[in-house]
Every structure is written in structure tokens, then in C-alpha cells.
């Protein structure tokens, strides 16, 4: 049985059994990066963030203590004060012009603004025993999954787990593809970022923010493959699921005559290879960890929720002041696509 179809007969996501998956509403959508571009205002493309209303152009990681400096965030755990964000999905008309493709919270979260949501897992998402033994992200930890320059299948190979599915209904999950559907979606295209399970256990970061963190050697992280010597930190594996609500572009009328798809990322891809995320680690003391240790099948005892409505109040001012609404002729930050 597919994981969805338990998931909707038993009630898996009530908080009787679980993992840990919770929903955060958008924090802000902005032309911003404290990862790659850091104090560059704006940054290359835009991007939607979730997360704890301490993020910022630049969050330097020795400095920037994200759950000092933030105040809120839009996570419904309360000692999550992370930052999560991916570029935007935009529709590229016929002639030409790009319109921002709005999110949709997913069923069970419905009055959630948009955003994501998140998983920490110690063994794959089926597994309910979620038994492996993980270590929780140290405070200052950062990584990027993915690369915006990448334009090829065979070059999208080497992140295993960033996939689009065109999803039919509310619990469509498969199949999972590399690039965008190339049919409309009537629910709607969900976009999975998977980030890597193994850390070297001693950078919080590295130059391309990837390096310090790799694949299982052998295997998966589904199939409890081991981590490679070089990386033989086991780290919860995050899942981001974001909803792009696309019903309002499913005029196949509207579509290129010549068979392609209208969708592309913000920073400018069409093919879909160059999907990414980013994570900067946030939680609270050893909360994240505390929480691992139960091994719970998400009742997340040891966690503090609040309401939807008091996560969707939580967001951070304009840095950048520009429109990413509207019909655009480029793409934010001069980009055709
Ligand atoms: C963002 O950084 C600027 C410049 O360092 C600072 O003035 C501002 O208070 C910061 N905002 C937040 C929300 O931390
Ligand atoms: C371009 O196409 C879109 C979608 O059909 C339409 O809403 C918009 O008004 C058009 N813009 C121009 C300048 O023709």
C-alpha cells in the first residue's frame, strides 16, 4: 500500500501516531538569500521562505542565533524558528509575460497562507517505527540541495529526491518525476525537496553549501543504506512539500502550441532540473533532538504548537520593494525564462 493511502485510511497525521510533519505558512516572498547571496539586496531570483521572522539578507552563522533573534515564526512547533525556502514557480504565458503561481496549504491545514510543509524522519516515511537513532543539526548547520545552474536530466541524477508530481487529487504522491508535468494538473503540482541524511560531523557549512553533507554510500536512506566514511554523521532527512496551485493556468488553451509546459522556476528554468531548497537550521536548544529521541511516530509530546491563525501572523518587512505580482515581462531580477 502506498504511503498516501495509509496515510488517509488510518488518520496517520492526526497526532495519535506520527513523525514529525507540520505545516508552516509563508514567512515572506522575496528577492533575498542569506545562504548563497548573503547581504546582496536584492539576491539573483526570488524566493518563498518560511520559517522564524529572524531571517534576513545576511544571518551570519556564528552571529545569528535564530531562535534569539526571532521573535515568531510560522511553524506550527513553536521551537522551530528555521528558515526553509526554494524559488518560486511562475506561468509563462503565450505572449510571453509571467504571472506568479500562487501555494495552497495542504488538506488538514486548510486557513494555512501558502507556504510549506515540513518532515523530520529517522527512517523512511513509511516506516512508523522511525527507530534509527539520528543526530539533530547543530545551531549555526546550513545546507543547499540542488543547483539553479543545472539544465539536464543526467545532471539532476545527482540529487536523488527533488521531484514534481502532477497531482490528480488531494492524495496524489506518485509518480514522482525530475522535470515539470508536461499535462495540466487538476490539483495542482507538488514540489518535494529531500534534502541528504549523512554529515561530515564537523562543518556547519561549506563553500557550496553541499559538501559537508552527502547521500547514503549504498542503498538509500529509505533502505537504511550506511553513510559513506567521509560522511558518517546520520542526520534526520528533511522532506519540504510545497503545493503550487496551478487550476488557474489549466486552460490547456493557454498552453505552448508546440507540446512543452508553461512553468518555470524564478530563476529562470523551464526544464525543471534546476529545483532546489535551502535550509538554515533553527530550532530552539536540543528541542529538534529531544523530539528524534522519542522515536513517536509523530505525537511530538515533547513539542508546543500553536494555531494556524497565530502562524500565518508572523512576517517579515518588504527589504526589497519590488513587485513579483501582477503580469510581469520579466522575471524578478531581469530574468527570461
Ligand atoms: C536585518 O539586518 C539588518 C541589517 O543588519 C538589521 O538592521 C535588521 O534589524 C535585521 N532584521 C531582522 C528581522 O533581524
Ligand atoms: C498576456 O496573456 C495573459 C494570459 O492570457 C493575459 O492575461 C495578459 O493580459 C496578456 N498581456 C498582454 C500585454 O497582452
Not at 515568531?72 to 506561468?91: P, R
Not at 536523488?160 to 494538473?185: A, I
Amino acid at each position: 500500500m502506498k504511503w498516501s493511502s495509509v496515510a488517509v485510511a488510518s488518520g496517520l497525521f492526526t497526532s495519535s501516531n506520527a513523525l514529525l510533519r507540520f505545516g508552516c505558512s509563508q514567512l515572506t516572498v522575496q528577492r533575498l538569500d542569506p545562504l548563497v547571496n548573503p547581504g546582496l539586496i536584492p539576491s539573483t531570483h526570488l524566493h518563498q521562505i518560511i520559517g522564524g521572522n529572524s531571517f534576513n539578507a545576511s544571518m551570519d552563522i556564528k552571529t545569528h542565533d535564530l531562535p534569539t533573534v526571532s521573535t515568531c515564526t510560522t511553524c506550527q512547533f513553536t521551537e522551530d524558528f528555521s528558515n526553509y525556502w526554494t524559488a518560486v514557480l511562475y506561468f509563462k504565458a503565450k505572449n510571453g509575460t509571467y504571472k506568479r503561481v500562487p501555494q495552497r496549504a495542504q488538506q488538514g491545514m486548510e486557513g494555512t497562507n501558502g507556504g510549506m510543509v515540513v518532515y523530520y524522519m529517522s527512517d523512511a516515511l513509511f516506516d512508523t517505527a522511525q527507530k534509527s537513532s539520528v543526530t539533530a543539526f547543530k545551531p549555526g548547520f546550513r545546507m543547499l540541495v540542488g543547483d539553479v545552474t543545472y539544465t539536464t536530466r543526467d545532471q539532476a541524477r545527482d540529487f536523488r529526491q527533488l521531484t514534481y508530481t502532477c497531482m490528480q487529487n488531494e492524495g496524489t504522491r506518485s509518480p514522482e518525476y525530475v522535470d515539470f508535468p508536461k499535462t495540466t494538473c487538476p490539483s495542482g503540482i507538488m514540489i518535494n525537496h529531500r534534502f541528504p541524511t549523512c554529515w561530515d560531523g564537523v562543518n556547519l557549512d561549506s563553500p557550496n553549501h553541499r559538501d559537508h553533507v552527502a547521500y547514503p554510500e549504498s542503498g538509500t536512506f529509505e533502505s537504511g543504506g550506511p553513510c559513506p566514511s567521509t560522511h558518517p554523521v546520520k542526520i534526520p532527512q528533511i522532506l519540504l512539500e510545497t503545493v503550487w496551485d496551478t487550476k488557474q493556468f489549466n486552460n490547456k488553451a493557454d498552453w505552448p502550441a508546440d507540446g512543452s509546459q508553461p512553468f518555470v522556476w524564478s530563476s529562470g528554468d523551464g526544464t525543471g532540473f534546476a529545483n532546489h531548497a535551502d535550509y538554515v537550521f533553527g530550532w530552539k536548544g536540543d528541542s529538534l533532538q529531544k523530539h528524534l529521541d522519542s522515536h513517536s511516530y509523530v505525537t511530538a509530546s515533547t513539542l508546543k504548537t500553536q494555531t494556524i491563525a497565530q502562524q500565518n501572523k508572523c512576517t517579515v518587512k518588504d527589504m526589497v520593494g519590488e513587485n513579483f505580482d501582477g503580469w510581469l515581462t520579466k522575471l524578478p531580477g531581469d530574468i527570461m525564462a
